[in-house]
């Protein structure tokens, strides 16, 4: 009792109305005054007072004496009275009305609309044509049916509601629906079938696709050894001949024994070609597009033909097989280029099929409309009578309706307003005190109507108000030791937040060197590669190996050994100053830089300034020909493209690093 008497009588001034605000809360309140004493508290004293029910006998002095019941008794009895003769003017106009309207109601109305519902069954059932021309899949198939079937059977339905239909002019019209909607749902089914016939070629095509995929892996598979062989062996030939006194002798029986294997690379990459040009026609959007991917598939076989006959006999009784197979796959009817043109006829058709669709739908949109245009002029025909029916009678009851409301107005002005609310002003402004907590004010007077014990009922609303001052003291209390816990948790989670971020470092960079690891080079490595990619611009490897660093370890220990890559590291540290560069620690003595937007002239005299610096710091090592520590360093730049992978950067980087130990190490060389 207490909880709901203080939400209800705390609400805030302005959301309160001196007609209600005191109503919500009291009822309770005064049907517990009328049982029973009530111990009130007086002032700011504290002091008791016992407050009993009124026993002195009630006598009705006047009119204005009324209580808040009698009032509202008196008042919605007036009410009933001009509500019940008000009704009986309104039942009155509206059976006028509505014997006016019967016919429209009961004949031409239901037509009309029963017509309209058939022509927006017919357009729904039109609609799913569309679906049926984009159909892909097993599961689209199935759910389009369904939705043409389900259109069907609407459609079917609305036609059966019309049955049967007295106007001749509209059954003519509903005919016409009907012979329409039969060619409309011949023209479904052929939709239906051309549906059919797209899922399974497209069914066809991911098969001749699977199949296509499979002929190129393994032509992937006999040529890409074969061509590395070839690359190998040409980058030997080129090394010999740079050497300077080469044997002219080897190099010539080299040179024979790789010439006929020079074609390779020329029919690998028609093959290429081959599979490419098949999977994009196969994505053609028209039949002239398509026989031109054919002539363009047919020059590249030709193509590829001659090149295989060039090849070492060996190898073409290795591709002759895959080849023969590629051969037949492109001029099959079952191939990827075949079952594009059948499904680009089957599309053709289907377009035909919707175009008549549209046109069997604006007939009958035009057959409607123009039943409507007639039904509607004759329904407001009989809508204008109507009208003038009701004008008769809606100035008497206007008349008939000002009068009970001028005499409303006078009973709220002159009891209601002058006698009751001013009543319950008094107890409101009490409310508004009690509620900013200003207790010593004069209270309502009490009595034996509803408001007399109202203004009881303020005193004891007063009584807990100050009992839930001291409360509220003790709820602010509780809200201040749980804001400082909450400040305590904040400052553990900032805490956490540190040692996460700590934990983050750590998992990217190098323990020993303080370098980024292996980790932290791939990922900003794809990262820049990608960039690089969509930029155009070039992207730098330089990779670092110290020279005889096993040996130095033998001589000094592995403890000497960390503490020169710790040195190592600084010196990688102080070179690589943009922030777009990033030095790792590629593996043991192995170290990766990766330079973005730089041309490779200036990434070799980063190179060359690092390695002289290295030197330059003079780390002892009696193992070395110079007698301190040395890099050996290859350096390779790309601009980064679809065509080529990251991978290959890395390698042409290793080879350069693999030249310059070749070449006596303490030296930079570039791919």
Same mark, same amino acid.
């Given at each position: 009792?207490?909880?709901?008497?203080?939400?209800?009588?705390?609400?805030?001034?302005?959301?309160?109305?001196?007609?209600?605000?005191?109503?919500?809360?009291?009822?309770?309140?005064?049907? /517990?005054?009328?049982?029973?004493?009530?111990?009130?508290?007086?002032?700011?004293?504290?002091?008791?007072?016992?407050?009993?029910?009124?026993?002195?006998?009630?006598?009705?002095?006047?009119?204005?004496?009324?209580?808040?019941?009698?009032?509202?008794?008196?008042?919605?009895?007036?009410?009933?009275?001009?509500?019940?003769?008000?009704?009986?003017?309104?039942?009155?106009? #509206?059976?006028?009305?509505?014997?006016?309207?019967?016919?429209?109601?009961?004949?031409?109305?239901?037509?009309?609309?029963?017509?309209?519902?058939? +022509?927006?069954?017919?357009?729904?059932?039109?609609?799913?044509?569309?679906?049926? &021309?984009?159909?892909?899949?097993?599961?689209?198939?199935?759910?389009?049916?369904?939705?043409?079937?389900?259109?069907?059977?609407?459609?079917?339905?609305?036609?059966?509601?019309?049955?049967?239909?007295?106007?001749?002019?509209?059954?003519?019209?509903?005919?016409? &629906?009907?012979?329409?909607?039969?060619?409309?749902?011949?023209?479904?089914?052929?939709?239906?079938?051309?549906?059919?016939?797209?899922?399974?070629?497209?069914?066809?095509?991911?098969?001749?696709?699977?199949?296509?995929?499979? &002929?190129?892996?393994?032509?992937?598979?006999?040529?890409?050894?074969?061509?590395?062989?070839?690359?190998?062996?040409?980058?030997?030939?080129?090394?010999?001949?740079?050497?300077?006194?080469?044997?002219?002798?080897?190099?010539?029986?080299? =040179?024979?024994?790789?010439?006929?294997?020079?074609?390779?690379?020329?029919?690998?990459?028609?093959?290429?070609?081959?599979?490419?040009?098949?999977?994009?026609?196969?994505?053609?959007?028209?039949?002239?597009?398509?026989?031109?991917?054919?002539?363009?598939?047919?020059?590249?076989?030709?193509?590829?033909?001659?090149?295989?006959?060039?090849?070492?006999?060996?190898?073409?009784?290795?591709?002759?097989?895959?080849?023969?197979?590629?051969?037949?796959?492109?001029?099959?009817?079952?191939?990827?280029?075949?079952?594009?043109?059948?499904?680009?006829?089957?599309?053709?058709?289907? @377009?035909?099929?919707?175009?008549?669709?549209?046109?069997?739908?604006?007939?009958?949109?035009?057959?409607?409309?123009?039943?409507?245009?007639?039904? $509607?002029?004759?329904?407001?025909? +009989?809508?204008?009578?109507?009208?003038?029916?009701?004008?008769?009678?809606?100035?008497?009851?206007?008349?008939?309706?000002? *009068?009970?409301?001028?005499?409303?107005? *006078?009973?709220?002005?002159?009891?209601?307003?002058?006698?009751?609310?001013?009543?319950?002003?008094?107890?409101?402004?009490?409310?508004?005190?009690?509620?900013?907590?200003?207790?010593?004010?004069?209270?309502?007077?009490?009595?034996?109507?509803?408001?007399?014990?109202?203004?009881?009922?303020?005193?004891?609303?007063? =009584?807990?108000?100050?009992?839930?001052?001291?409360?509220?003291?003790?709820?602010?209390?509780?809200?201040? !030791?749980? /804001?400082?816990?909450?400040?305590?948790? @904040?400052?553990?989670?900032?805490? !956490?937040?540190?040692?996460?971020?700590?934990?983050?470092?750590?998992?990217?960079?190098?323990? $020993? #060197?303080?370098? +980024?690891?292996?980790?932290?080079?791939?990922? *900003?490595?794809?990262?820049?590669?990608?960039?690089?990619?969509?930029?155009?611009?070039?992207?730098?490897?330089?990779?670092?190996?110290?020279?005889?660093?096993?040996?130095?370890?033998?001589?000094?220990?592995?403890?000497?050994?960390?503490?020169?890559?710790?040195?190592?590291?600084?010196?990688?540290?102080?070179?690589?100053?943009?922030? #777009?560069?990033? +030095?790792?620690?590629?593996?043991?003595? @192995?170290?990766?830089?990766?330079?973005?937007?730089?041309?490779?002239?200036?990434?070799?005299?980063?190179?060359?300034? &690092?390695?002289?610096?290295?030197?330059?710091?003079?780390?002892?090592? /009696?193992?070395?020909?110079?007698?301190? *520590?040395?890099?050996?360093?290859?350096?390779?730049?790309?601009?980064?493209?679809?065509?080529?992978?990251?991978?290959?950067?890395?390698?042409? =980087?290793?080879?350069?690093?693999?030249?310059?130990?070749?070449?006596?190490?303490?030296?930079? #060389?570039?791919?």
């Amino acid at each position: 009792m207490r909880s709901h008497w203080m939400q209800t009588s705390l609400l805030p001034p302005s959301d309160q109305r001196p007609s209600t605000r005191f109503l919500v809360g009291f009822p309770l309140m005064i049907r /517990e005054i009328s049982k029973r004493h009530i111990r009130l508290s007086l002032g700011m004293s504290g002091g008791w007072v016992n407050v009993y029910p009124s026993t002195r006998p009630s006598k009705r002095r006047s009119f204005t004496d009324l209580g808040i019941r009698a009032s509202f008794l008196l008042g919605f009895g007036v009410m009933v009275i001009l509500m019940l003769v008000v009704s009986s003017a309104a039942f009155f106009i #509206t059976a006028s009305t509505v014997r006016s309207t019967s016919e429209i109601l009961d004949r031409r109305l239901p037509d009309t609309l029963g017509v309209l519902r058939a +022509a927006q069954a017919f357009d729904a059932l039109a609609g799913t044509g569309g679906p049926l &021309i984009s159909v892909m899949t097993e599961t689209a198939r199935i759910t389009a049916f369904k939705r043409v079937e389900h259109a069907q059977q609407l459609f079917d339905q609305t036609l059966l509601d019309l049955q049967p239909i007295s106007d001749a002019s509209v059954a003519s019209d509903v005919d016409n &629906i009907v012979s329409l909607g039969a060619e409309l749902t011949d023209n479904l089914d052929q939709l239906q079938v051309l549906a059919n016939q797209r899922v399974a070629l497209i069914q066809a095509k991911q098969t001749a696709s699977d199949n296509l995929i499979s &002929i190129l892996q393994l032509f992937q598979q006999l040529l890409t050894y074969r061509m590395r062989i070839l690359e190998s062996d040409t980058d030997v030939i080129a090394l010999i001949m740079s050497l300077p006194s080469p044997p002219l002798e080897r190099v010539g029986d080299m =040179a024979r024994e790789t010439a006929p294997m020079m074609p390779l690379s020329r029919f690998h990459a028609e093959i290429a070609a081959i599979g490419s040009r098949q999977l994009a026609g196969a994505q053609d959007a028209t039949l002239t597009a398509l026989s031109l991917s054919r002539q363009i598939f047919s020059t590249a076989l030709t193509n590829a033909t001659t090149t295989l006959e060039k090849l070492p006999p060996e190898l073409v009784t290795a591709l002759e097989q895959p080849f023969a197979q590629l051969h037949s796959m492109a001029h099959s009817p079952e191939g990827l280029l075949g079952l594009r043109e059948q499904e680009l006829t089957l599309l053709r058709q289907s @377009e035909a099929l919707a175009l008549a669709n549209q046109q069997i739908t604006a007939r009958v949109n035009d057959a409607t409309s123009v039943l409507v245009s007639r039904e $509607l002029n004759e329904i407001a025909q +009989a809508g204008e009578a109507a009208t003038l029916l009701q004008l008769r009678y809606q100035w008497a009851l206007v008349l008939l309706t000002a *009068v009970a409301v001028f005499g409303i107005a *006078v009973f709220l002005y002159r009891h209601v307003w002058q006698y009751l609310i001013a009543r319950m002003t008094l107890l409101s402004d009490n409310m508004q005190q009690i509620a900013v907590r200003n207790y010593d004010i004069k209270l309502a007077a009490e009595g034996d109507d509803e408001l007399g014990r109202l203004g009881a009922a303020v005193r004891q609303f007063r =009584a807990i108000a100050l009992d839930a001052g001291r409360r509220e003291a003790d709820l602010q209390s509780s809200h201040k !030791l749980a /804001e400082e816990a909450l400040a305590a948790l @904040e400052i553990k989670a900032q805490e !956490l937040e540190v040692l996460n971020a700590k934990l983050a470092e750590l998992s990217t960079s190098d323990f $020993l #060197t303080g370098l +980024a690891n292996r980790r932290r080079f791939d990922e *900003v490595f794809a990262t820049e590669w990608a960039r690089s990619t969509r930029t155009g611009s070039a992207l730098a490897i330089i990779m670092l190996d110290v020279d005889h660093f096993k040996l130095f370890n033998d001589r000094y220990g592995h403890q000497d050994g960390d503490n020169c890559l710790r040195k190592l590291a600084e010196v990688l540290k102080q070179h690589v100053g943009r922030a #777009t560069d990033l +030095a790792a620690r590629y593996g043991g003595e @192995e170290f990766c830089i990766i330079s973005t937007d730089a041309d490779l002239r200036g990434v070799l005299v980063l190179a060359e300034r &690092i390695r002289a610096s290295i030197q330059a710091i003079a780390i002892k090592h /009696e193992d070395s020909s110079v007698g301190v *520590v040395t890099v050996s360093i290859g350096v390779a730049s790309m601009i980064p493209s679809l065509d080529h992978d990251s991978a290959e950067l890395l390698l042409a =980087a290793d080879h350069a690093l693999y030249r310059a130990k070749a070449s006596g190490r303490n030296c930079v #060389t570039s791919a």
